[in-house]
């Protein structure tokens, strides 16, 4: 496969290139070294039914066969919350999960756990590689990106998408790098807060 768009937001790419020049060269390897049309199913959808469509779980599952070996790690956060807002605002910061369950308690409130994970995480650099459902980009943006900006344990996000080339031969309602794009430029240069870099990806 290859990059065949990108968006660079809020400088982003200068980063990596300045700060993580082996990080984005490692991704940018994984991206070529795939062909996607070694990755082929036939579709159940009803919409495509029969129809000879890339198996994005398994181009997935490639990325990771690649990239755990040079240390990538899928990262998972475990935290608490609570439907008080007042507790709720003075706990999301705060990193210490036990701590936030301490306050949540001590304030009469019961302490639900709940967590957030990335796919990919190296040096401070994450990476989402997103085949899934449209509304799956911008939760990881605005919700997990921005999580481990704010946690301080990020300094940039990498999400990686297809192109509508692409996607029109992948299952219904995957997300597609020029509509998401779209939808990031009609949100405002500083939304969302963390330093993103949206890859756009299709088969040679």
Not at 10 to 19: A, K, S, T
Not at 125 to 139: L, P, R
């Amino acid at each position: 496969m290859k990059i065949a768009n990108m968006y660079n937001h809020l400088n982003g790419y200068e980063y990596m290139l300045v700060h993580k020049k082996q990080l984005w060269e490692e991704i940018e390897s994984a991206i070529n070294s795939i062909n996607a049309d070694d990755f082929i199913k036939y579709s159940k959808d009803k919409a495509k039914l029969g129809k000879t469509l890339y198996d994005q779980k398994n181009i997935n599952k490639q990325f990771r066969s690649i990239l755990y070996p040079l240390n990538w790690k899928s990262v998972t956060i475990p935290y608490y919350v609570t439907g008080d807002i007042d507790t709720a605002k003075n706990v999301a910061l705060i990193r210490d999960r036990e701590e936030q369950k301490q306050i949540i308690e001590d304030n009469g409130f019961e302490a639900y756990s709940t967590n957030n994970q990335i796919d990919f995480v190296k040096d401070r650099v994450a990476v989402e590689v997103q085949f899934g459902k449209y509304f799956s980009v911008a939760y990881d943006l605005h919700v997990k990106h921005t999580f481990f900006f704010l946690r301080n344990d990020i300094d940039v996000g990498i999400e990686i998408i297809p192109t509508r080339k692409m996607m029109l031969k992948m299952d219904t309602g995957v997300a597609w790098f020029e509509n998401e794009v779209a939808n990031v430029i009609r949100e405002g240069r500083s939304n969302p807060t963390v330093p993103v870099v949206i890859i756009g990806i299709e088969q040679d």
